[in-house]
Structure formats: structure tokens, C-alpha cells
């Protein structure tokens, strides 16, 4: 009703005529009804009931245990096979050939690219929990959080979600492994379905830095025209997509450093076994391809010091890779309680460390009646709110 009697005063002013609205009102009222949507969808009580299921209720070990159960079985049939190829090559029995046929590059090509989008999918999965939460949580703070905070939040919240992460690289570690010793020095490469969902997630963040550009310079000519004195918002859900495309950049970068790192180790000693392979220090040309140019003997590109350096970071990764699958692979419940113990550990820190960054002193407001201090601030628009 005290919309209406506002309509029509101003009609009453101008001369009983409307007053005409300028068509950036209208862009800008469709923008701000985006942010209204995001901001309802990450404050949805879906993803806590979600996030309680699976890390306070520790429900993510069935799904989880599952699907490392199935990797352990793979890497333990192509080992067997191995070792039973070996036997049958040192006693001149025939069958070599037919388990080459089962297990070659070709093969673990698969296999790994299959396990690099298990590892993207939760990654993923962890980067819309974590908009969710901080989302929410700025929600509920009556005072601007700049945007390094509120990335650092973000960083926050992955942390209870650290160990599974870390156990999932950890299977996919151990294929790469076994398919770049296949490789014989070249590039362990995967599906460019791969690449592809990892430069689409780059995409999203530029596109998420775009709208909050377009919002600024809509609203600063908004403001500039109609002579408003009030200051400008900044778009939620572009915040949301470029803080949710670093997040994701950043996780899926540590997690491709730790299996480079595997896959260098790896394709090291299969190069340094192999009478033609490329060069380890220019793993330029991919294992399943076309491209069937080789380079010099790798034995002469190897000195003494970097075979020793080698030695020392294939017993670190050897003694953590059988630890990680004793607590963390292994589909077996008395292991599931260190897992247990880690990730209610790291919700505790995380909830502590979301409380000190995203709820500063005088900054947290809850509106339990209606003269509470709101955190919502009026806008340069008739009829708008923003943050």
C-alpha cells in the first residue's frame, strides 16, 4: 500500500505524468534479481544437512571407501599380472602376449583419465560447499569483508573435506605410477575431456570477474546520471563464481604438483631402463599418441646426484603411499576411525577459523526482532537493497 501511495505521489508531482525510468534501471533490477537468487540458493539449508551427512555424520566413507575399493582391485589385478607376465618371460611359458593385450598403456591411459575425473568431480563438489558456507555466513555480517578475506574463508572451508581429497589423489598417485612406468619416460597425458573441464572452471572465474566489472561500471554511470550520491554494490554471484574458480584452480593445481611429482619419480627409472625413450627432462610428447619420435638414451642424461635424489624421493613416496593406503584406501571400518577423527578435527578448526576471518567484532548481526540493525543497506535504486 505505501508502494502504491509513493507511485502515485510522484505521479502527482511530475506533473500527473510517470516518471520515466532509465533502461539501466532495468538492466540493473534483472542483475540484482540474479544476486536475490544466488544468495537464496547458497543460503538453502540443503548444503548444511549435506555437509553434516558427510563429514560430522561421516557418511562420505561409503561412497568414498567404494570407490577406492574398485582402484585397489584394478592396481592389484594389473600388479598380479605383471608379475605373472615376469614368471612366464623367465621360464619361456607362452601367455605373455595375452596379458599385454590386458594391460598396457592404452589401458592405464583409461584408467588414470577415469581417476583424474573422479578427483575433479570432488573437487568441485568441495568448491560449491565452500560458496555455500562463506556465502552464507557474509550474509550475515553487517560490514563489507574484502575480497582476500573472504577468499581466505574459502581456503577455510576445505579443509574438512583435506583428507578424503588427499586420499583420492593418493589412488589416482598410484596408477599414475604404474602408467608411467609403462610410458617409458613420456608425458603421462590424459583425456583432453580433462583439460577441458579444468580451463572451463578458468573460464567461469572470467567470467565471474566480468560481471562484477559490468556491475561497477553500470553503477557508477547509474549513479553519475541521476545524480545519486549513494555508492555502488558488487555483484554476489559474480563474487561467488571468480572466488569459486580460485578455489578451484588452486586445489586442482596443488593436487597435479603432488602427481607430477609421482610421475617424474616414476618416468624416471622407466627412462633410465629404456633403450628408447625420451629425454625425462623434456616430457613434451605424450605416452598415448601418434608421435613416435625419439630422443637420445636417457642413461646418458642421468648423473649420479639426480639418481640419488631419486632414490630418497621414491622411499618418501613409497613409505607414504602404503600408509595412505592402509588408513585411507583400505575398505575396512577399524581403519575408517582415523579418518574419522581427521575430518571431525578439521571441521572443528574450520568452523573456528570461518568464525575469526568472516565474523569480526561487531560485524555479526542476528535479526531476531524487527528493530535489530540490519545488515542489508539501501541502494542508489528506488526499491533495491544491497550488501
Keep these: 500500500m505505501k508502494s502504491i501511495n509513493t507511485r502515485r505521489k ?42 553434516s ?16 575399493a574398485l582402484v585397489l582391485f584394478f592396481i ?51 568448491v560449491v560447499f565452500c560458496a555455500a558456507k562463506v556465502t552464507k555466513l557474509n550474509n550475515k555480517v553487517n560490514i563489507p569483508i574484502p575480497f582476500p578475506i573472504l577468499l581466505v574463508g574459502y581456503f577455510i572451508s576445505v579443509i574438512p573435506y583435506a583428507y578424503d581429497l588427499l ?8 596408477v599414475l605410477m604404474i602408467y608411467s612406468f609403462f610410458c617409458g619416460g613420456k608425458k603421462a597425458n590424459t583425456w583432453s575431456l580433462i583439460s577441458l573441464v579444468e580451463n572451463s572452471m578458468l573460464m567461469v572465474g572470467l567470467f565471474g570477474f566480468g560481471v562484477i566489472f559490468i556491475y561497477y561500471i553500470i553503477m557508477s554511470v547509474y549513479a553519475k546520471t541521476t545524480g545519486s550520491n549513494e555508492g555502488v554494490f558488487e555483484s554476489i554471484i559474480g563474487r561467488i563464481l571468480l572466488l569459486s574458480s580460485i578455489t578451484f584452480v588452486v586445489l586442482n593445481t596443488l593436487t597435479q604438483l603432488f602427481e607430477s611429482m609421482i610421475s617424474y619419480n616414476a618416468s624416471f627409472w622407466a627412462g633410465l631402463n629404456s633403450e628408447n625413450s625420451d629425454s625425462n627432462s623434456n616430457l613434451n610428447n ?6 613416435e619420435e625419439t630422443e637420445e638414451n636417457l642413461k646418458k642424461k642421468n648423473p649420479s646426484l639426480e639418481i640419488l635424489l631419486n632414490v630418497i624421493l621414491s622411499g618418501g613416496i613409497v613409505i607414504y603411499l602404503i600408509v595412505m593406503t592402509i588408513i585411507g584406501m583400505i575398505p575396512y571400518p577399524k581403519f575408517w576411525v582415523v579418518g574419522d577423527q581427521i575430518r571431525a578435527t578439521s571441521n572443528i ?31 542508489p535504486i528506488a526499491g533495491f537493497t544491497y550488501r
Design 10 to 51: 510522484n505521479k502527482i508531482q511530475n506533473g500527473g505524468k510517470s516518471e520515466k525510468k532509465s533502461p539501466l534501471y532495468y538492466i540493473l533490477k534483472f542483475l540484482r534479481k540474479t544476486d536475490v537468487v544466488a544468495t537464496k540458493a547458497a543460503g538453502a539449508s540443503f548444503w548444511e544437512i549435506m555437509e
Design 53 to 68: 551427512k558427510l563429514i560430522a555424520d561421516a557418511k562420505i566413507n561409503y561412497p568414498a571407501y567404494f570407490y577406492k
Design 76 to 126: 592389484s589385478i594389473v600388479v598380479f599380472l605383471l608379475l605373472l607376465r615376469k614368471f612366464f618371460e623367465k621360464f619361456d611359458i607362452p601367455g605373455g602376449s595375452f596379458i599385454d593385450m590386458i594391460v598396457n598403456k592404452d589401458v592405464l591411459h583409461i584408467a588414470y583419465s577415469i581417476c583424474r575425473i573422479v578427483n575433479l568431480l570432488f573437487t568441485l563438489m568441495i
Design 167 to 174: 586420499t583420492l589423489v593418493s589412488a589416482s598417485s598410484i
Design 286 to 291: 605424450d605416452c598415448v599418441s601418434s608421435n
Design 349 to 379: 578448526f574450520s568452523k573456528l577459523g570461518l568464525k575469526f576471518t568472516l565474523t569480526p567484532i561487531g560485524g555479526f548481526t542476528e535479526q531476531k526482532n524487527a528493530g535489530d540493525a540490519s545488515p542489508i543497506q539501501s541502494g
